[in-house]
């Protein structure tokens, strides 16, 4: 198996060997765009991850040594959680950082590879695309209904639903970047 990426010096030098080249004019101004949003989204990230683990740790403190009730903690920390994980899927993918099983790709010729990796993008783009939109569905309910969590705190659930189609939004353009770099750079020859 792999992970589609090799980690060097501080995490911060990655490479995606599989990912075709975005030799077209268009695609790699697109492809350079994507990567400024993905990257301008990891730190928020980042922070949110974090925030998240102050935030549990406070709780459990707070709970054990002081015997504080807590109300928000635990859905704030989720609501971070739920942003970071649905943002960074589409830096993860822009990398090719999900795991994969390299057995069938060594076995396969460069052309069948290509095909093979064609559809399981679009495949990927597919449900990507229905759950982007989804999510949306539920965040313009929640917001137009006025839902809220059942907890005593009872933050608004349009937020978690924002997150996630926001999130989910930036993976299906990441992957529909993805199918058509490889359409028309496999139709340019290369």
Partial sequence: MSHGYDVGE???ELHDAE???A????VAALDRAMKAVNRAVMLPCMLALVGAAGILTYSVAARYF???PTEWQDETAVFLL???????GAYVQSFRGHVGVEAVATLLSPRVNHWRMLFVEVLSLAFCVFFSWKSWTLFREALHEGYSSNSTWGPPLWIPYALMAS???LLSLQLLLEV???LVNRSEGR
């Fill in 10 to 12: 501080a995490g911060l």
């Fill in 66 to 68: 002081f015997k504080i």
């Fill in 23 to 26: 030799g077209h004019p268009t």
């Fill in 19 to 21: 990912r075709p080249p």
């Fill in 180 to 182: 058509v770099a490889r």
């Fill in 82 to 88: 739920i942003g970071a994980t649905f943002f960074s």
């Fill in 167 to 169: 999130g989910m939004t």
